[in-house]
């Protein structure tokens, strides 16, 4: 599907209801919980490296000069070293959760229509996805920076239109990563309110999982991007657009 379909159906698309939304994604939510804690898991896994080259710096300075700590403040050379690292540290994360939260939605379609194929987690992070993502990922940083001018507020409005951008990954595979973002932004826009209830509520619920011991949270996390699949789903659609 090429973008000027995908605007149209944007577009003519109904408008979405929050009820039956929440409902279908508790119902999936009882299949891939496992799928979800186990992309959350290798989320973590797969960022860590860059954790610790993010932190290498100060690490490098205990081990070499302990002594440089000894007033309570990190060295200023670490400290520039690490500044001048953050804006790859982010895009690397950025990048990595955009492919990995494709895949679980991908997972989901799989699991909704009874299709028996391997949980393929790391099916974005290669070619041609992986470029894309960088892409959304490089639209996202810029997005953040322009929200934090307007002393963060800009953020709740973007919350919508980005939570999207896994989904465009997902399944639109003939669009571009701008392609990807402005879609995100059309159908953001268009159903903002609803999304954005969505969004809160599933997050809510899924924090219902602190209860098992802080530790099922862990399990319930995942259910708040179950709705972005549904949303996709009831609004564009699917034919051709997904590569199995």
């Known amino acids: 599907m090429n973008f000027t379909d995908l605007s149209q159906r944007i577009e003519q698309s109904n408008s979405l209801d929050f009820g039956s939304i929440f409902n279908a994604t508790i119902e999936l939510f009882k299949k891939v919980w496992l799928q979800g804690f186990i992309t959350l898991l290798l989320t973590f896994v797969s960022i860590l490296p860059f954790y610790i080259v993010l932190y290498s710096p100060l690490i490098a300075y205990?081990?070499?000069?302990?002594?440089?700590?000894?007033?309570?403040?990190?060295?200023?050379?670490?400290?520039?070293?690490?500044?001048?690292?953050m804006p790859f540290?982010?895009?690397?994360?950025?990048?990595?959760?955009?492919?990995?939260?494709a895949a679980f939605l991908r997972i989901c379609?799989?699991?909704?229509?009874?299709?028996?194929?391997?949980?393929?987690?790391?099916?974005?992070?290669?070619?041609?996805?992986?470029?894309k993502a960088l892409m959304l990922s490089l639209i996202m940083l810029g997005l953040v920076f322009l929200?934090?001018?307007?002393?963060?507020?800009?953020?709740?409005?973007?919350?919508?239109?980005?939570?999207?951008?896994?989904a465009f990954l997902a399944f639109g595979k003939d669009l571009t990563g701008m392609e990807m973002a402005k879609a995100g932004f059309a159908l953001?826009?268009?159903?903002?309110?609803?999304?954005?209830?969505?969004?809160?509520v599933t997050s809510l619920v899924a924090q219902l999982g602190?209860?098992?011991?802080?530790?099922?949270?862990?399990?319930?996390?995942?259910?708040?991007?179950?709705?972005?699949?549904?949303?996709?789903?009831?609004?564009?659609g699917f034919q051709d657009d997904m590569e199995v």
């Open 62 to 85: 205990g081990i070499t000069d302990p002594a440089s700590f000894e007033n309570g403040q990190a060295p200023p050379g670490a400290l520039i070293f690490m500044f001048l690292l």
């Open 89 to 101: 540290f982010f895009l690397a994360v950025m990048t990595i959760g955009l492919c990995l939260n």
């Open 109 to 131: 379609k799989q699991n909704d229509f009874g299709e028996v194929e391997k949980d393929a987690y790391f099916f974005y992070l290669k070619k041609p996805y992986l470029g």
């Open 147 to 166: 929200a934090m001018l307007t002393c963060g507020l800009g953020i709740i409005y973007l919350i919508v239109p980005m939570s999207l951008f896994p």
């Open 188 to 200: 953001g826009n268009k159903n903002w309110g609803i999304i954005i209830a969505l969004l809160l």
């Open 210 to 236: 602190v209860i098992l011991c802080f530790v099922g949270v862990f399990f319930t996390a995942m259910l708040s991007k179950i709705p972005v699949y549904f949303i996709y789903k009831n609004t564009v």
